[in-house]
């Protein structure tokens, strides 16, 4: 009997710290971005807030709105997959960014000129034991077109851009969104959702038109510039 209650302790101690762990190595947090590149002037409106504040390079931000000014050529580069604290235990490699091409492991979104977005939820999900830490990121594109390089999801990411008609989901790849809903697929696949109408995917090298429902093959000279930007 006294061997019984002893097993039956001892099980319940694994149990007990089987759950203290997984409560203290199962946990979501909250990823900054990161203004690595812009050309024009951008403002930043934090969550909660109805005050704008004028974005510079370098500048870092979490929830909240941006948006480039009216000029064509004006954009902004953002990396929305900084981790908050360096100091943390959990292994990670800083991204870079070199010109307009993005360096894996950087997730790297491009706000041309006249385009606002919101930064729902930009997160990633440490689960003790994992190298790789699933990503959870979700935009919301108000107006304009963002060029969007997807490079580190791991496997149980999900990656979703929201505009007024619908949504998108992407896979690791390089995707040209607009707030009208076309999407441009140049490496990768995606999802779209518009309304009522039945989920689409779209190819790499294809373009989904909102008007019409439609796929459309992009033009060999602009699928070829997705490629050398990759």
Not at 34 to 61: C, F, I
Not at 139 to 155: I, K, N, W
Not at 201 to 220: H, M, N, S, V, Y
Request: charged share 25%; aromatic share 8%; hydrophobic share 35%.
């Amino acid at each position: 009997m006294k061997a019984d209650a002893s097993r039956s302790i001892f099980f319940s101690l694994i149990v007990i710290c089987g759950a203290g762990c997984a409560t203290t190595h199962d946990t979501e947090y909250a990823l900054r971005c990161t203004v690595v590149r812009k050309l024009g002037t951008a403002r930043y409106r934090p969550a909660e807030s109805t005050t704008w504040v004028p974005l510079n390079t370098q500048d870092r931000v979490q929830q909240g709105t941006l948006q480039t000014d009216m000029a064509k050529s004006s954009y902004l580069d953002l990396r929305i997959d900084d981790f908050p604290e360096p100091s943390t235990e959990i292994e990670w490699k800083r991204p870079t960014f070199e010109g307009f091409k993005p360096q894996a492991p950087a997730n790297t979104v491009r706000l041309w000129g006249n385009s606002a977005i919101s930064l729902d939820k930009v997160a990633m999900h440490a689960r003790f034991g994992r190298w790789k830490h699933p990503k959870h990121v979700r935009l919301r594109l108000h107006a304009g077109t963002v060029l969007c390089f997807m490079r580190d999801l791991p496997s149980g990411s999900d990656c979703e851009i929201v505009f007024a008609a619908g949504r998108v989901k992407l896979e690791p790849g390089v995707y040209d969104i607009n707030s009208t809903g076309e999407v441009a697929v140049g490496k990768g696949k995606a999802c779209v959702k518009l309304g009522d109408m039945k989920e689409c995917e779209i190819p790499q090298g294809f373009r989904f038109d909102a008007k019409t429902g439609e796929l459309l093959r992009l033009p060999e000279n602009v699928f070829h510039g997705y490629e050398r930007a990759q």
